[in-house]
């Protein structure tokens, strides 16, 4: 048996639910990390910025499934919806930090929503995120068809988004967020050398 055999072998006895609880425990733990001083003298924007970076993580996480399974020949798709779903699960978590820790003023809600374009980006990557989630269920992908695969490509913008609204996050030059926008601008190039290859086949 080669290595891939071997990963896939181990993907297969692998449950779901350990994805659930592998990236599940940071949410808590950041939270206690935060309300017990472990998060430095801005714990609030910490707890943003950690919770909102998760999220970032799992929805390239979610994007590289693909690319494994057609050029490695590595099938982990069965975590895709899991992953997705926690993706959108720590999205909800860093926007209610934000809403209800951060502003803590409804009337300044909107106002930052429509002048900060860093926060218009990150609204929207989100708004576009409650539908993916919204059809992450064996229901849905029977009722739309081939309409659920392409709905779920809006995955890509939400990523790229998600890497924008970093960038204007972070304060002067700083490579990890332009690392993260690269990787995801890779992955969509490997979607869309896929995509030429098979309309030319």
Not at 93 to 101: E, G, P, Q
Not at 177 to 190: M, N, R
């Amino acid at each position: 048996m080669n290595l891939r055999e071997r990963i896939n072998a181990l993907a297969r006895r692998v449950p779901v639910w350990a994805v659930w609880l592998g990236y599940g425990w940071p949410a808590p733990w950041l939270v206690w990390q935060g309300a017990t001083g472990g998060l430095g003298a801005e714990p609030i924007k910490a707890l943003e910025r950690e919770l909102g970076e998760i999220a970032l993580q799992l929805l390239i996480i979610g994007l590289c499934l693909t690319p494994l399974r057609r050029y490695l020949g590595v099938n982990l798709l069965r975590f895709r919806r899991a992953i997705g779903l926690l993706a959108f699960s720590y999205v909800g978590l860093h926007l209610a930090v934000w809403l209800f820790l951060d502003v803590r003023d409804a009337g300044r809600i909107w106002a930052d929503i429509v002048k900060r374009p860093y926060v218009t980006v990150g609204m929207t990557g989100f708004f576009l995120m409650i539908p993916l989630a919204m059809t992450s269920n064996d229901r849905a992908v029977r009722w739309l068809g081939a309409r659920w695969r392409v709905l779920h490509r809006l995955t890509y913008a939400v990523a790229i988004l998600g890497a924008v609204h970093f960038i204007w996050l972070s304060k002067g030059f700083q490579i990890e967020p332009l690392a993260y926008l690269a990787v995801i601008l890779a992955l969509l190039a490997l979607r869309l050398r896929f995509a030429r290859r098979q309309r030319s086949a």
